[in-house]
């Protein structure tokens, strides 16, 4: 295909909820080594009520094979809102449409189990609040610098300010602030591989915070040069950052 053709297949193709099926056979990226989504499956069958914040289209929670007796999940974006309700609704889970900022709108004290797979923002003294005590937070965040080689393709070079912005250290200093222990704290790069210019459109119109503002039309001079860069050498390069966190209240 053509880098017309290859752009304007991905500009078509819906970017709703959190599954990256498209991609397959044309990007590839790889997987923590923990295993978040078994994590979730051994931990979210033994808590009475959990909450999934920023659930987007509901994916993950949805594929925990036996789930809390009151199990609720939170998004922001209104596709996402409605791709959740339609998965999980079906297996009894509460979808609420929440705009990602304090307060949650829950009361102190209601939940033992608090998940979330790469949050925008972690709203730490939020998440305490709505803690049991004895109760967890269990998450997998971006590290820093993720995809960055990408990124810097289209915005250049970031400052340091940027790149350390979502340092697993960070993570740990919001979560003591809000008086939780942090319990587990680990953290990988992986590779990534970009085989055509179409999953590198896609993957930037899905996850818009990488290039915000991207569009083909802003952004063709470069995506061309991206393009014949992977013509010329192959599959396009670049390291996402993940860090896994769990804190404990007392």
């Not at 659930?55 to 007796?69: I, N």
């Not at 990124?151 to 003591?176: K, M």
């Not at 039309?217 to 390069?237: K, S």
Request: aromatic share 8%.
């Amino acid at each position: 295909m053509t880098f017309e053709e290859l752009v304007a297949e991905a500009e078509s193709v819906s970017v709703d909820g959190w599954d990256f099926s498209w991609l397959d056979g044309r990007a590839t990226e790889q997987r923590p080594s923990w295993g978040y989504a078994g994590l979730l499956a051994q931990r979210v069958p033994l808590a009475e009520a959990v909450l999934d914040v920023q659930t987007g289209g509901g994916e993950v929670l949805a594929g925990v094979p036996r789930l809390a007796r009151l199990t609720v999940a939170t998004e922001s974006w209104p596709p996402n809102v409605a791709k959740a309700t339609e998965l999980l609704r079906p297996r009894g889970v509460a979808v609420v449409a929440d705009p990602d900022e304090p307060p949650l709108p829950f009361a102190d004290n209601t939940f033992d189990l608090v998940t979330s797979r790469h949050p925008v923002t972690t709203w730490w003294a939020e998440i305490a609040r709505v803690l049991r005590p004895g109760g967890s937070y269990l998450s997998q965040q971006v590290g820093p610098s993720s995809a960055f080689e990408l990124v810097e393709w289209f915005l250049g070079e970031q400052p340091a300010e940027v790149r350390d912005a979502r340092h697993p250290d960070r993570g740990r200093a919001g979560a003591e602030q809000a008086g939780l222990t942090v319990v587990d704290l680990r953290a990988e790069r992986l590779r990534m591989e970009f085989h055509d210019i179409g999953a590198v459109v896609y993957f930037l119109r899905k996850v818009i915070w990488m290039v915000p503002g991207f569009t083909v039309d802003g952004h063709r001079e470069r995506l061309l040069a991206l393009h014949e860069h992977i013509q010329r050498h192959g599959p396009f390069v670049a390291h996402s950052a993940r860090y896994l966190i769990e804190a404990h209240k007392a």
